[in-house]
């Protein structure tokens, strides 16, 4: 299937909306009630710092809803005001957050259910109306959706787009395009969709695994076995892996990959020669910006004397998941809630540890004088954070009482 050809014609359809309907001023008080927080302005104006009785609060200097997640949803609102009578859908979670995600399910917009692994979207009737969320749906869904004469409204986010173009540019030098990120992640899902030959790594030890295979060979079966829902269909590590290209999942590790990309070309280059290295490898830069923010933020509040980190965000959310894998690599004491009503009375909380199911611990504020750093990935709202945050202040003030 020729995508990009499918794409520019999707893009030049009258059921194809890509921008808002200019009912801003419409969605702009309820994105301001349910999202925004005086609170957080009050403590970003004042150096990211808040201190209550025994209790400082250090914020990291980028956190919270990104400009694409910002964007989606104020879209998604929009789509209902412009679309007031017709049947709403979502492929998907608009963004990895429970209350964003509830605030849609009030306005009467039906999420795509999931049977045996499968999308049914036999639920969808021509003339309705279908919104594709920050992460992006994939080429057949899209394909789907165009035949059935819905109108789609795509809020995907333009960083996820970047990374279709880089796989695009792959596919037309026939290069197989080697994908950092989460092979059942709607947004590496979607991307893999653009592709012709694939293989998605989740880690630098996936990542190397495939390196020895470049340079050495080895067991094909043991690989395909290895990596068998992660690869395009009649995937060959003996022929396929001869030119690759990098793109990755915009929400996974920075540093993480950038350092696979380097070891591929350092793969590419022992294997065929420095030379030879343009025919064999190619690199775009596609991480996202806020994503890259948000990262290095955090690797700076670590750096302070933290007595605990709390991060807050969806648990299915995967830039939250490696904010937390920061404060756990500088090992701060950290705790992954998804929203305020974790933290529970009587100073508990109820925390996802990374890899783990939900937990319950006890006496998680230590007494005395503490200071705590939050964070919260980028598909949480500031009146998410502000709520945490006022639990927070409420228990140790009722602690020290």
Known sequence: MDTKAFKRSLQQSENYHRKGFGHEAEVAGVMQTAYQSSLIQQIRDNNYRLERGAVTIRLAEAFGFCWGV?????????????????????????????????????????FIAVENGQKNFSVVDSGDVVILPAFGASVQEMQLLNDKGCKIVDTTCPWVSKVWNTVEKHKKRNYTSIIHGQYKHEETVATSSFADKYLIVLNLQ??????????????????????????????????????VGIANQTTMLKTETETIGKLFEKTMMRKFGPENLNEHFQS???????????????????????????????????????????????????????????????NRIEHKPLGADLVVTEGWLPEGKIVVGVTSGASTPDKVVE????RILAMKAAVVA
């Open 206 to 243: 996936e990542a190397e695994y495939v390196s020895n295979y470049i340079l050495h060979g080895g067991d094909r079966d043991e690989f395909l076995a290895k990596f068998s829902k992660a690869y395009s269909a009649g995937f060959d590590p003996d022929v396929d892996l001869e030119s």
């Open 70 to 110: 910002e964007r989606a949803v104020a879209i998604a609102y929009e789509t209902r005001q412009h679309f007031p009578t017709e049947r709403l859908w979502i492929t998907n979670e608009i963004i990895h957050n429970p209350s964003v995600n509830q605030h849609l399910r009030d306005m009467e917009v039906g």
């Open 284 to 346: 775009f830069n596609t991480i996202c910006d806020a994503t890259q923010e948000r990262q290095d933020a955090m690797l700076s509040l670590v750096e302070e004397k933290l007595d605990l980190m709390l991060v807050i965000g969806g648990f299915n959310s995967s830039n939250t998941t490696h904010l937390q894998e920061i404060a756990i690599d500088k090992t701060v004491p950290s705790y992954h809630i998804d929203c305020a009503e974790r933290i529970l009375p009587g």
């Open 387 to 390: 709520d945490a945050i006022d």
